[in-house]
């Protein structure tokens, strides 16, 4: 009985990115008399069907996008008499849906890191259930990946979780619903201990993949202060605390290592959690700008964020401080009207974001959005060969609509076109070129454009495109760049890199005023 984990994707691109931690996790959680995992990820190559034997286990780990693809995998894993479990947000979300259309053996909900040796050892017992809830792991029981699997040379980026959990509550997103909203950190040391041991391999550029890795705000500590609660005070700078902690170790690792994570915009209001983040050699982040009004911030319960100039000049502090920034924008919210287009393009220039991406509102399950969206059709929503749109990752992905959600004034191929639109011109070579003042070099600038180039290759026309011509193409070009890309990427190994002895925090990271 071999064990298969497998990553479903549409896409084979050769080269990926960044790698899906999970498949590695899973393969670490996976007990030594099951031997090593087979690992497929199909963002590199699709699966051999010929590899599965029967009586082996195909773990299939779905999100809404690649769920339909996980789904046809199932059903020839379980015609190969593999024995088939699903894991994942999508099927924490939907298990029933799992179960009908995936041919399932069992699914698994919630996070796999403790529950997933359980269902290995059901299997071997022959007592598999249908149904296991993984629940929320504690910080201090995540699994730390199985980083000897990696196959050489595939990926550009390796990545670490620090923190599981976010405790907003934006419209759009269903991660503070899947993975909670009280942060659940890992212990610094352990996090270090799995990156020296990515450095030793040779990989030099990090994801830390949280869901927020700022998740305790100067505002939190001054409500918290306000409200006069003393329990909540101390659990936000204890939280704070570790933050500070973590930065403080992953400073002392080689100088040439790059972190990229995702945070909030209130980050920029506080420059030392910033300094701690430069020295800490976390160079970029991901921020979700999402709209420049405040009508739009509004609509996706993102009030916490700034409009206008305030916005651009928010944003700048990031980038004042040493961090660059990746701008995530929406587009099609009902607040939108033709000038948001032109307005936001503007913006991210002014604002000097080092990157940024243009994504079209799309109403995902485990969303406020989705739920809003689901019920205005009071159960008779229009369909796509008999599957109802409500559904829409059911439909294969060339009838699939590629926009759902009404806008009280532009039609959906408008609000695609000026989508498009945008993204062409933030990447067009001229603005590009521009941006790549941000490096020094000739050939970092040079380094900077192909980048630039395979960013929107990989993520605008491949997922915004509803002409298959284009996608193919985009796929072409995507493959043909990242070649190049992944020799930039690549650091030379440290096999005798050790970790760090825990430091001191020499910063406190509270405010004097919060102190309680
Ligand atoms: S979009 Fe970001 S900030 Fe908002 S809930 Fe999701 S993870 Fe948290």
């Not at 504690?138 to 979780?161: H, K």
Request: proline fraction near 7%.
């Amino acid at each position: 009985m071999r064990v298969h984990l497998v990553n479903p994707s549409d896409l084979s691109f050769g080269l990926a990115v960044i790698t899906p931690r999970w498949l590695f996790v899973l393969a670490a959680a996976t007990p030594e008399r099951f031997g090593d995992p087979v690992i497929v990820d199909e963002t590199l190559d699709r699966l051999d069907p010929e590899t599965l034997a029967p009586g082996d286990v195909c773990g299939i780990g779905i999100h809404t996008g690649n769920a339909l693809r996980g789904y046809e995998i199932g059903r020839i894993a379980h015609a190969r008499g593999a024995i088939v479990v699903y894991g994942g947000i999508h099927a924490t979300l939907f298990p029933d849906e799992v179960l009908e259309h995936g041919a399932a053996h069992a699914v698994v909900s919630g996070d796999g890191d403790q529950i997933w040796q359980t269902v290995l050892t059901d299997i071997e017992a022959g007592t598999l259930q249908p149904r296991y809830d993984g629940g929320r792991v504690a910080g201090t029981r995540f699994q730390p990946a199985r980083w000897d699997l990696l196959p050489n040379g595939r990926y550009m980026w390796a990545s670490v979780q620090t923190v599981r959990g976010c405790p907003k509550h934006c419209s759009f997103c269903s991660v503070w619903r899947t993975d909670g909203q009280a942060p659940r950190h890992r212990t610094a040391t352990s996090v270090v201990s799995e990156i020296v041991e990515l450095r030793r391999r040779g990989f030099r550029f990090i994801a830390l993949a949280d869901d927020n890795f700022y998740p305790v705000s100067l505002q939190d500590l001054a409500q918290a202060a306000r409200l006069k609660d003393p329990t909540r005070l101390r659990d936000l700078e204890r939280q704070r605390a570790d933050r500070f902690e973590l930065m403080a170790q992953l400073a002392q690792l080689p100088a040439d290592t790059v972190f990229f994570t995702q945070i909030t915009m209130e980050a920029a209001e506080d420059p030392e959690f910033l300094d701690a983040m430069r020295e800490a050699h976390i160079k970029g982040a991901l921020v979700g700008v999402e709209s420049v009004t405040p009508e739009g911030l509004k609509a996706v319960y993102k009030n916490f964020n700034l409009a206008g100039a305030a916005l651009a000049e928010r944003l700048r502090a990031f980038r004042e401080r040493g961090v660059h920034v990746l701008g995530s924008f929406i587009f099609g919210l009902p607040t939108d009207h033709p000038g948001t287009f032109d307005a936001t393009e503007a913006l991210a220039r002014d604002a000097r974001l080092t990157f940024a991406q243009f994504v079209m509102l799309t109403p995902f399950p485990g969303t406020i959005d989705f739920e809003k969206w689901e019920r205005s059709f009071q159960g008779d929503a229009p369909s796509v060969d008999g599957i109802p749109i409500t559904r829409h990752w059911l439909i294969p992905a060339d009838r699939r609509p590629k926009y759902y959600m009404p806008h009280p004034t532009m039609t959906p191929d408008e609000v695609r076109e000026r989508t498009q639109r945008v993204w062409d011109g933030f990447y067009s070579t001229r603005h590009v070129w521009e941006r790549s003042r941000c490096v020094l070099s000739i050939r970092a600038r040079l380094a900077f454009v192909l980048v630039s180039k395979l960013y929107r290759q990989m993520y605008a026309n491949t997922g915004i495109s509803t002409d298959s011509a284009r996608r193919s193409s985009s796929m072409r070009w995507a493959r043909w760049l990242s070649r190049p890309c992944r020799r930039l990427f690549a650091g030379t190994p440290m096999p005798d890199l050790q970790v760090p002895e825990p430091r001191p925090v020499v910063r406190a990271g509270i405010p004097v005023e919060f102190r309680v």
